[in-house]
């Protein structure tokens, strides 16, 4: 039977990765895709998918989109209304959500309503708005099915598990390109220096993400909505060759790892066929090549964005939403050279600190806090 997706956030790294895999199997039909900007990439996904509608950010370039792809029978549509419409278009089943930012709240919550299941690559949906969309998945009887490896691991871990004897979740990160130093010896780190990361290819903001362990302190509040356990149950442990990809141990005291290589096609075939496992063209893992993998305990004292995380995640209410618009605005200022790299952590905590917490905010008071924190940021 044909599987039936929209991709949100077509030309980035989850939405290319996720055409990868459209491309590999024979029995998937891409019926609507949205981007950003790229609407070079984004011809050439058209032409190659041809979808029925397309939806592009900014409305300037959806009519650079329209003019070039005149020839096809494809809809351009633009703005928040584009995306909206891209996210409940009626032939799809599923929606890929890989936008990235708080710009992924609506469209996801609109898909939900329209009964599509939700492969969720966009974390900042389930940070700020966890309390809203896992009991309107509920309500409308759809399926979150994690795309992150960190989340897609412990959903293949918890496979034919009862999820009430969870004792702990154990969300591995690599540690990123700065493991081991200190907050001193990290105050002249360029753009360059900290787009470096040892495993995994991202887009810019991820790999930053990534690399100040705010990308690890996002997933572990996103873990506390996608499983429901408590923030305190969920524990960090850096793994520096990204080859266990997380673990669950239940009450018994029983230790279940998910391990593969380094690759993002797996959550993303995993979750777009779920339950069924397909064959994945690319490299296994060789134990006797691997010899051993090891372990740490994160560096909460250099890496204050994860102990930020905990605090905001365990406060809950619309403190997620601050940690995470801070953190936006922050690394978008970092990757345009106007602060230094070791001010990230310090504007999120500034942000966290002046913000007085609305416990169960509805969108508009997400959206709010949104702007408040970068209003904040910005005139200080």
């Known amino acids: 039977m044909i599987k039936k997706l929209s991709i949100l956030g077509s030309t980035g790294s989850i939405g290319t990765q996720t055409l990868e895999v459209v491309r590999n199997n024979g029995d998937i039909r891409v019926t609507a895709l949205a981007a950003g900007s ?11 998918f041809r979808p029925s509608l397309a939806c592009v950010w900014d409305p ?28 409940v278009e009626p032939e799809a089943q599923i929606a890929v959500t890989a936008v990235v930012g708080m710009i992924g709240i609506r469209p996801t919550i609109a898909a939900m309503e329209a009964g599509k299941d939700i492969a969720l690559a966009n974390k900042e949906t389930l940070v700020t708005a966890g309390h809203l969309i896992m009991p309107l998945a509920r309500e409308k009887g759809v399926r979150i099915l994690p795309v992150d490896s960190e989340h897609s691991a412990v959903f293949q871990c918890l496979n034919g598990e009862n999820r009430r004897q969870i004792h702990k979740i154990l969300l591995t990160a690599s540690g990123g390109p700065f493991r081991g130093r200190t907050m001193d010896e990290m105050k002249n780190v360029t753009v360059e220096d900290a787009l470096k990361h040892p495993n995994w290819s991202m887009g810019k903001k991820i790999t930053i993400d990534s690399s100040t362990m705010v990308n690890k302190g996002l997933e572990v509040m996103e873990a506390r ?11 960090v442990v850096i793994q520096p060759k990204s080859i266990i990809h997380s673990m669950v141990e239940f009450e018994d005291g029983a230790v279940m790892a998910q391990l593969g290589t380094p690759d993002m096609k797996l959550p993303i075939q995993y979750a777009l066929y779920y339950p069924e496992r397909r064959f994945l063209p690319g490299e296994r893992l060789d134990f006797w090549k691997l010899n051993q993998i090891s372990f740490e305990k994160p560096d909460f004292d250099n890496f204050p964005g994860l102990k930020l995380a905990y605090e905001a995640g365990k406060t ?25 790299y070791t001010d990230i952590p310090r504007m999120i905590e500034k942000a966290m600190r002046n913000h007085k917490t609305v416990m169960n905010p509805t969108v508009a008071q997400i959206l709010e806090a949104e702007e408040e924190t970068r209003m904040l940021l910005m005139n200080s």
């Open 38 to 48: 790229n609407i070079a990439l984004l011809e050439k996904q058209i032409r190659e």
């Open 316 to 340: 809950g209410g619309s403190l997620p939403t601050v940690y995470n618009a801070a953190n936006e605005f922050a690394v978008s200022e970092f990757l345009n050279r106007r602060i230094s």
């Open 225 to 235: 909505w996608l499983f429901d356990v408590e923030m305190d149950q969920i524990q």
């Open 60 to 87: 300037e370039k959806a009519k650079e989109l329209k003019t070039a792809v005149a020839d096809l029978p494809v809809r351009v549509v633009s703005g928040m209304d584009g995306l909206l419409e891209a996210a």
